[in-house]
T-cell receptor, first 113, second 115 residues
Framework: QQQVKQSPQSLIVQKGGISIINCAYE??????FPWYQQFPGKGPALLIA?????SEKKEGRFTISFNKSAKQFSLHIMDSQPGDSATYFC????????????FGEGTQLTVNP | DAGVIQSPRHEVTEMGQEVTLRCKPI?????LFWYRQTMMRGLELLIY????????DSGMPEDRFSAKMPNASFSTLKIQPSEPRDSAVYFC?????????????FGNGTRLTVT
């Protein structure tokens, strides 16, 4: 019940297009859903996060959509740029479990110029 | 702020040898995490500390792995003896007041190769 399933495994988008990455979780106790971005040779870095009391959060070109009833959340990257090419991880945690963050498998995004 | 500092960046060792990975968290952060990243298993939490005390080590693969945090500015992850299946990128991360209150700040990792 601790798993977070992420899809697709890889994604190729043209510059200016919309990138969409999806995640599904099983544990209804999860109450914090961050997305991390990782460039080659670097550690992951927090991109954007959402809590289940809202259905959407937007920061610049990045938007998280959250569907509590479906136990799904997704990352949308508008006007995708070659500099967005990276691996994206969704994650989930529940505050009562301390600081154990469960990551999805990752999506390798390539944005072609 | 220098961020989380890990050393070495790369480590190549032979099976059976002891390996020690080092981490300096961001000053003032009270949580420290060790993660392992592989293609097959993704990002796995090995252990995390709060105020230098190990809180959850359920992700530590087996007794060959051990982690210590002797003070707020230093942690080690030791593998003894190392095996080829331990080859991975090991990340150290820190946060302030836990992940539900602030983001994880990752170091750039140590790429371990065990031959």
């Amino acid at each position: 019940q601790q798993q977070v399933k992420q899809s697709p495994q890889s994604l190729i988008v043209q510059k200016g297009g919309i990138s969409i990455i999806n995640c599904a979780y099983e544990n209804t106790a999860f109450d914090y859903f961050p997305w991390y971005q990782q460039f080659p040779g670097k550690g992951p870095a927090l991109l954007i996060a959402i809590r289940p009391d809202v259905s959407e959060k937007k920061e610049g070109r990045f938007t998280i959509s959250f569907n509590k009833s479906a136990k799904q959340f997704s990352l949308h990257i508008m006007d995708s740029q070659p500099g967005d090419s990276a691996t994206y991880f969704c994650a989930a945690s529940k505050e009562t479990s301390g600081s154990r963050l469960t990551f999805g498998e990752g999506t390798q995004l390539t944005v072609n110029p | 702020d220098a961020g989380v500092i890990q050393s070495p960046r790369h480590e190549v060792t032979e099976m059976g040898q002891e390996v020690t990975l080092r981490c300096k968290p961001i000053s003032g952060h009270d949580y420290l995490f060790w993660y392992r990243q592989t293609m097959m298993r993704g990002l796995e939490l090995l252990i995390y500390f709060n105020n230098n005390v190990p809180i959850d080590d359920s992700g530590m693969p087996e007794d060959r792995f051990s982690a210590k945090m002797p003070n707020a500015s230093f942690s080690t992850l030791k593998i003894q003896p190392s095996e080829p299946r331990d080859s991975a990128v090991y990340f150290c991360a820190s946060s302030f007041r836990g992940i539900n209150n602030s983001p994880l700040h990752f170091g750039n990792g140590t790429r371990l190769t065990v031959t």
